[in-house]
Every structure is written in C-alpha cells, then in structure tokens.
C-alpha cells in the first residue's frame, strides 16, 4: 500500500510569513499533484509535478518534486490570507494504475491578518 | 462550462437507513471517481469508472456500498444500512481518459453525510 506522509497536520502563521509543507513517501510515483481545498468545495489542482528534481513557480508559490521521485514540498513565501485552506498532495500511479491517486491527509493553513 | 455537480450538499440520516448519493460529471469526462474524505483524514479512493470498462472497486469499504454508473454519465452511490462511522463528505470526480494528455481530476463540492 502506497502511503504519502505530510506535515506539518495544522500551521497558523502571521501575513507576510514564508512557509513550507512536506509530502513524503517511501513509494516512488509517476508523478505528484498538489491541491488546495476550501471549506464546502471540493480539492482543486494547483500543480502536477513529473520529473524527479523538478521546480514549478505558481506566483508566490513553489512546488519541488524529490530527485526520487517519491516526496515533494510547496512553499509559500508572504502567505496572505487568501491562501488559507486545505492543501494536499497526491501521487499518480503509473502503467496499468495511473489513475489512481493516493492523498496525504493535508496540510490545514490559517494565514492570520 | 458546467463543473462536477452533487446533490444532495447535505444529508442526514438515521443508523439503519439507506442513502444515495448523485453526481454529474463534467460532459465529455469519461473516467468517474468517488472518495470518501472524514474529519482530519485525506480522501479515500472507493470506487472508479472508466467508459463501459468494469469499475475498480477495490476502495469500497464493505458490501454496504455499491455505485452505478448509468449511461456512462451520472453516477449514483448508494449506502445500505448506515452507520454512524459512514458520516463523511463524499466527493465526486471526473476527468478525460486517464494517459490522455495532462491528467486532471475535476471535483465536486461533496456531499456531507451524518449519521445519527
């Protein structure tokens, strides 16, 4: 069974504050996605990371994937308010599973005023 | 364009009664998934569709739950005989052919389920 590991479970930091979440397994993934979730709506897809050592740029956030393809972090540097949620990693299957995900439990964000 | 919709948002139910649940996934989406998401854990795969292929199963938790799929569009999950620890936000999902070009799955907003 394929597990993905995050921390930290819950982080309130002060607006203007950087900060990052990991997301770390002992499998290896075809590729990783991060989503966030808002209270009431279901995740939505920031970022799919595929090739191992791989670094995308959202705006004010960065996503890395692990050389082994098997963690990844996203850092958020001034985090606002708005970026308060839910955020979660997943790890695509390949070959015959690529449709599968498996999810971390998430990472609850309070970015405070 | 129209999202993934669910209905109903909100269910409450007694132990022992049977539910369904609905979703309409994005037109044209022909792979279709259900989880399960509980307090403070991440979502749990239960079941997947892929066109007229037989579903993957292999999420469900019990013979209590069992999913259709009519038409290769709306999906139902129905829930037998409900416990207290069924109370969940079930979520739906579609997205094109899985290993057609970039692969995203399309949420809906769930529905919460409690059991009293």
């Known amino acids: 069974t394929q597990l993905l590991e995050q921390s930290p479970q819950f982080l309130s930091i002060q607006e203007g504050e950087n900060l990052t979440v990991y997301c770390n397994s002992s499998?290896?993934?075809?590729?990783l996605q991060w989503y966030r979730q808002e209270p009431g709506e279901g995740p939505v897809l920031l970022v799919t990371?595929?090739?191992?050592?791989e670094v995308k740029k959202l705006k004010r956030l960065t996503f890395q994937f692990g050389d082994a393809r098997k963690d990844s972090s996203l850092h958020i540097t001034a985090a606002q308010p708005g970026d308060t949620g839910l955020y979660l990693c997943a790890g695509v299957g390949s070959g015959a599973g690529s449709y599968q995900l498996t999810f971390g439990k998430g990472t609850k964000l309070s970015v405070i005023p | 364009g129209a999202g993934v919709s669910q209905s109903p948002s909100n269910k409450v139910t007694e132990k022992g009664k049977d539910v369904e649940l609905r979703c309409d996934p994005i037109?044209?989406?022909?792979?279709l998934y259900w989880y399960r998401q509980s307090l403070g854990q991440g979502l749990e795969f239960l079941i997947y569709f892929q066109g007229n292929s037989a579903p993957d199963k292999s999420g469900l938790p019990s013979d209590r739950f069992s999913a259709e799929r009519t038409g290769g569009s709306v999906s139902t999950l129905t829930i037998q005989r409900t416990q207290q620890e069924d109370s969940a936000v079930y979520l739906c999902?579609?997205?094109?052919?899985?290993?057609?070009?970039?692969?995203?799955?399309?949420f809906g907003p769930g529905t919460r389920l409690t059991v009293t």
């Open positions: 999902a579609s997205s094109l052919r899985p290993g057609t070009g970039s692969y995203e799955q399309y």
């Open positions: 990371v595929v090739t191992g050592g």
């Open positions: 499998s290896v993934f075809s590729s």
């Open positions: 037109s044209g989406h022909t792979a």
